[in-house]
Protein backbone atom coordinates (compact mmCIF):
# COMPACT_ATOMS: atom_id res chain seq x y z
CA UNK A 1 0.00 0.00 0.00
CA UNK A 2 1.57 3.39 -0.61
CA UNK A 3 1.54 5.97 1.86
CA UNK A 4 2.80 9.40 1.81
CA UNK A 5 2.69 11.21 5.42
CA UNK A 6 3.67 15.17 6.12
CA UNK A 7 5.18 16.16 9.15
CA UNK A 8 6.98 19.26 10.78
CA UNK A 9 4.34 21.53 9.95
CA UNK A 10 3.02 24.17 11.86
CA UNK A 11 3.30 28.03 12.97
CA UNK A 12 6.04 30.76 12.70
CA UNK A 13 6.90 34.24 12.58
CA UNK A 14 7.73 36.16 9.67
CA UNK A 15 11.44 35.77 8.80
CA UNK A 16 11.61 32.29 10.61
CA UNK A 17 12.12 28.80 9.05
CA UNK A 18 10.27 25.24 8.72
CA UNK A 19 10.87 22.03 7.38
CA UNK A 20 8.42 19.65 5.87
CA UNK A 21 9.18 15.99 6.09
CA UNK A 22 7.33 13.54 3.48
CA UNK A 23 7.42 10.28 4.51
CA UNK A 24 6.80 7.72 1.39
CA UNK A 25 6.52 4.12 1.92
CA UNK A 26 5.12 1.02 -0.61
CA UNK A 27 7.31 1.88 -3.50
CA UNK A 28 9.75 4.22 -4.66
CA UNK A 29 8.51 7.24 -7.71
CA UNK A 30 10.57 8.64 -10.05
CA UNK A 31 8.93 12.41 -9.24
CA UNK A 32 8.05 13.97 -5.99
CA UNK A 33 6.71 17.35 -4.99
CA UNK A 34 5.48 20.12 -2.93
CA UNK A 35 1.80 21.93 -3.32
CA UNK A 36 0.41 24.12 -1.27
CA UNK A 37 -3.30 25.35 -1.30
CA UNK A 38 -4.66 28.52 0.34
CA UNK A 39 -8.63 28.69 1.28
CA UNK A 40 -10.27 29.75 -2.03
CA UNK A 41 -7.40 29.17 -3.96
CA UNK A 42 -6.43 26.21 -6.24
CA UNK A 43 -3.82 24.19 -5.34
CA UNK A 44 -0.18 25.39 -5.92
CA UNK A 45 2.94 24.20 -7.38
CA UNK A 46 5.89 24.88 -5.09
CA UNK A 47 8.63 22.65 -6.24
CA UNK A 48 9.53 19.02 -7.50
CA UNK A 49 12.89 16.59 -7.93
CA UNK A 50 13.32 13.96 -10.13
CA UNK A 51 14.64 10.74 -9.25
CA UNK A 52 17.05 9.74 -12.50
CA UNK A 53 18.64 13.21 -13.34
CA UNK A 54 18.14 15.40 -9.63
CA UNK A 55 16.70 18.40 -11.65
CA UNK A 56 15.13 20.84 -9.23
CA UNK A 57 12.15 22.78 -9.99
CA UNK A 58 11.27 25.58 -7.86
CA UNK A 59 7.94 27.96 -8.24
CA UNK A 60 9.12 31.74 -8.51
CA UNK A 61 7.16 32.74 -5.50
CA UNK A 62 9.86 30.66 -3.42
CA UNK A 63 12.87 30.36 -5.14
CA UNK A 64 15.56 31.26 -3.33
CA UNK A 65 13.87 30.34 0.26
CA UNK A 66 12.60 26.96 -0.03
CA UNK A 67 15.09 24.18 -0.51
CA UNK A 68 13.98 20.52 -1.76
CA UNK A 69 16.06 17.58 -0.71
CA UNK A 70 15.50 13.96 -1.45
CA UNK A 71 16.39 11.14 0.48
CA UNK A 72 16.23 8.08 -1.52
CA UNK A 73 17.40 5.15 0.97
CA UNK A 74 14.79 6.67 3.47
CA UNK A 75 12.15 7.02 0.25
CA UNK A 76 11.73 10.58 2.53
CA UNK A 77 10.97 14.41 0.91
CA UNK A 78 11.98 16.95 2.30
CA UNK A 79 10.91 21.41 1.93
CA UNK A 80 13.47 23.50 3.78
CA UNK A 81 11.46 26.62 3.99
CA UNK A 82 13.30 29.97 5.09
CA UNK A 83 12.65 33.55 5.02
CA UNK A 84 8.83 32.83 5.45
CA UNK A 85 6.06 35.14 4.43
CA UNK A 86 2.67 35.57 5.42
CA UNK A 87 1.49 34.83 2.00
CA UNK A 88 3.24 30.82 2.50
CA UNK A 89 0.44 30.38 4.63
CA UNK A 90 -1.19 27.25 3.30
CA UNK A 91 -1.91 23.55 3.52
CA UNK A 92 1.60 21.99 2.19
CA UNK A 93 0.64 18.51 0.32
CA UNK A 94 3.66 16.04 -0.72
CA UNK A 95 2.91 14.26 -4.02
CA UNK A 96 4.46 11.75 -6.12
CA UNK A 97 4.44 9.84 -9.32
CA UNK A 98 6.56 9.02 -12.62
CA UNK A 99 6.96 12.20 -14.09
CA UNK A 100 7.79 15.91 -12.82
CA UNK A 101 5.22 18.51 -13.51
CA UNK A 102 3.95 21.45 -12.01
CA UNK A 103 0.68 20.29 -13.29
CA UNK A 104 -1.31 18.43 -9.72
CA UNK A 105 -3.21 16.11 -12.22
CA UNK A 106 0.14 14.72 -13.15
CA UNK A 107 0.86 13.35 -9.70
CA UNK A 108 -1.11 9.54 -8.73
CA UNK A 109 -0.17 9.82 -5.25
CA UNK A 110 -0.76 12.31 -2.46
CA UNK A 111 -0.38 13.18 1.41
CA UNK A 112 -2.96 14.18 3.41
CA UNK A 113 -1.17 17.77 4.21
CA UNK A 114 0.52 19.76 6.58
CA UNK A 115 -0.70 23.11 8.05
CA UNK A 116 2.12 26.40 7.58
CA UNK A 117 1.19 28.93 9.01
CA UNK A 118 2.97 32.56 8.77
CA UNK A 119 2.03 35.71 11.12
CA UNK A 120 3.63 39.09 10.54
Known amino acids: QVQLIESGGGSVQTGRSLRLICAAS??????MAWFRQSPGTEREFVSS????????AYADSVKGRFTIARDTVKNTLYLHMSSLKPEDTAIYYC???????????????WGPGAQVTVSS
Open 49 to 56: VTLGNGYK
Open 26 to 31: GRTFSA
Open 95 to 109: AAGDHASTNPTEYNY
